[in-house]
């Protein structure tokens, strides 16, 4: 049986966090590259862009998390712990995250992509002007860029919209320039 067979039936055709029945997918929780169903949940598409960055975060759309959290699948505890770090600065969050548990695998699991840590060993992208870069931010090229194995060059002056951050480089980003995918150091940006 495939994956989404899987995570269809283990998830009851809805979305894992949301509860939702419509544009469903297979969400592959970082950092592991490999879907499996203990490492993958089935989340719908607007809960998949948000926590990817490549839209504004909805904090009231994430109130589902007081049922999702519970799950019996580590996946889906995972995101929901990511997700309340990211809006802990709202009283809810705060308390739902006081309750939720992790098992010790789990938790370095949940903050193997820096979310949730304030201690200097935290990957902090910073652009040019020493700005903190975030996933979902934009930024400008402050510099004319060779993509490195093609003969583009990314100008200076483009804008690239909703960046991801490597979680293992504090130098490097991602983001789309000319519909191409490409990584950018940092140094050559400024956040806008």
């Known amino acids: 049986m495939n994956l989404e067979k899987v995570l269809q039936k283990r998830s009851g055709s809805k ?4 509860s939702s029945e419509e544009n469903l997918q297979v969400y592959t929780v970082k950092p592991l590259k490999v879907s499996k169903d203990n490492n993958s949940l089935y989340a719908c598409k607007n809960c998949a862009s948000q926590i990817e960055g490549d839209v504004e975060m909805n904090v009231n759309h994430w109130r589902c998390l007081n049922d999702s959290m519970w799950s019996e699948y580590d996946a889906v505890k995972v995101i929901a712990w990511r997700i309340l770090n990211r809006l802990k600065a709202e009283d809810w969050p705060q308390d739902l995250l006081e309750m939720l548990y992790l098992e ?3 938790l370095e699991w949940a903050k193997a992509t820096g979310e949730g840590e304030t201690d200097e060993n935290t990957i902090i992208h910073r652009d040019s002007n020493g700005v903190v870069l975030e996933a979902g931010d934009s930024v400008v090229l ?3 860029l060779k993509v490195k194995g093609s003969s583009m060059v990314a100008k200076q002056g483009t804008a690239v919209r909703r960046i991801l951050l490597d979680y293992e480089n504090e130098e490097y980003i991602e983001g789309k320039v000319d519909g191409q995918n490409i990584v950018i150091i940092t140094k050559f940006v400024k956040k806008i």
């Open 15 to 18: 979305c894992e966090l949301c």
């Open 104 to 106: 010790d695998e789990t």
């Open 142 to 144: 402050i510099k004319d």
